[in-house]
């Protein structure tokens, strides 16, 4: 214990390693701020040159552009409605009505203090439960994972506004975008039209600057004479009333993100909409309707995908099992350095583990510095009058799109999925859910078949699945109530209850 104590005193001491953090939280922040330019993709180049560094230095680094990179994709939903990352997609519905009011300074602040604070409630649980959140986590099967995904599917009745039919379609939309593609089971071509191209499946980064990025400047072309709105940005850091009203909403986010977060596969962005939706659920009169730029929509999402960070190391440190894609590289960096995560690593090597919860913690420290500061010259970027910024939002569109892979098809895609973002936002379908979609499509076709070959292929034992175990059970029941509360009967019961309330 000493020792570990001993090697977890050098985060805190060693400049170097203290410079390396700061940097990498930087470079996280506007990387992540980049749509296009993933933290997945990022840490996977720092790989590339670190495997030669000594393990301390190149863990500081990586933590910290993990950290920073998925607080980033805030500032450019906000600002410009495109997320930089899948995990900011709730961020915009919220923040994106605060910018076009003229505050995006003060959604930027509260965004960043609301997620340091999920941050280290993430770092906190990572600290004290690993071993109990892990275990916990080793016991979801694909069926869970499968429902899952579809109570996800069911939350684009909460980002779709009033028309749920509107929102199941647009998620059904990015399902269907989602399995072009290869068969994982069988490597059969699906929806490929007996193309090479569709054989690789269509980027889900491709189809979200299109739907984001290229769509929201297509619609802003309506509105070219209209005046440049002023951003204000008199107040940065958060309103001490506001952070006190939103405290316990913040930690029952934390929660959500640091278990979402421990469940291998999943990530920010499932924390994010999981978190969304329970802000939408459970606050009774926002100042603000959601969806018009209400806080609690930005609180909730933030303080759980930065929450969701630390809960990923949990499966990666004690399972040698990755949280998300980003845990899913550090293990072979971990790797390559001669290091073996799993069961064992609490056991053999406790400093390393302590030092990877100091370097998140540094991360997270580095990340309110960085993350109040420079606000002033982002929010330009909205002042900025229309007829040169929106040109110079499908060139970034462009660029970062290419960037992927290198393919000029890609910005093909992207420009197609931008004029169907535009007319899906013309007749009041929302593409967030389009794009929720993209992403947890295979996710679920996987786990289906997975639970499938589990059952043996029997659909009785596989529905018996459900209610015999009792997490498939708690979810199950879950996926019926969320269904039940978005038909109308549901809602002409609850009106009639308000009724002799009011």
Known sequence: MVEALGNFAIVWLDPWLLFLTAAGTMAGIYI???????????????????????????????????????????????????PGAPSAIATAIEGYPMARRGEAGEAIGLTTVMSVFGGFIGILALALFAPVISDFAILFQSRDYLLLGLIGILLVGTLSGESFAKGAFAGALGVLIGMVGLDPMT???????????????????????????????????????????????????????????????????????????????????IAALLAYDHAKRSTKNPEVPFGEGAKEGLVAPEAANNAAVGGAFIPMLTLGIPGDAVTAVIIGALFIHGLKPGPLLLVETPHLFWFVVGSLTLAN??????????????????????????????????????????NPVDIYWMLLFGVVGYFMKVYGFQVGPVILGVILGPMMDANYRRAMLGARGDVGTFLWDFVSHPISLVLSLAFVAMLLSQTPLWRLVTSRRRGPAA
């Open 32 to 82: 992540g701020a980049i749509p296009g330019l993933s933290v997945t993709m990022a840490t996977s180049i720092l790989i590339s040159f670190t495997f030669k560094w000594p393990v301390n230095d190149a863990l500081a680094l990586i933590a910290g552009v993990f950290m920073g990179g998925v607080y980033g994709g805030s500032r450019t939903a906000i600002l410009l409605n495109i």
């Open 187 to 269: 490597a059969e071509g699906r929806f490929t039209f007996d193309t090479i191209t569709l054989m690789g499946g269509i980027p889900y980064v491709a189809a979200m600057i299109g739907f984001f990025g290229v769509a929201e400047a297509l619609v802003q072309l309506h509105n070219l004479g209209l005046p440049v709105v002023k951003q204000k940005i008199d107040r940065i850091i958060p309103r001490l009333s506001d952070v006190r009203k939103h405290f316990w909403l913040a930690m029952r986010a934390s929660g959500i993100g640091t278990v979402i977060g421990a469940l291998p596969g999943t990530g920010g962005d």
């Open 365 to 406: 420290v580095f990340l309110l510095i960085f993350g109040l500061t420079g606000i002033k010259v982002f929010t330009k970027i909205v002042e900025c009058p229309r007829a040169i910024l929106l040109p110079l939002i499908i060139v970034l569109s462009a660029v970062g799109t290419y960037a992927i892979q290198n």
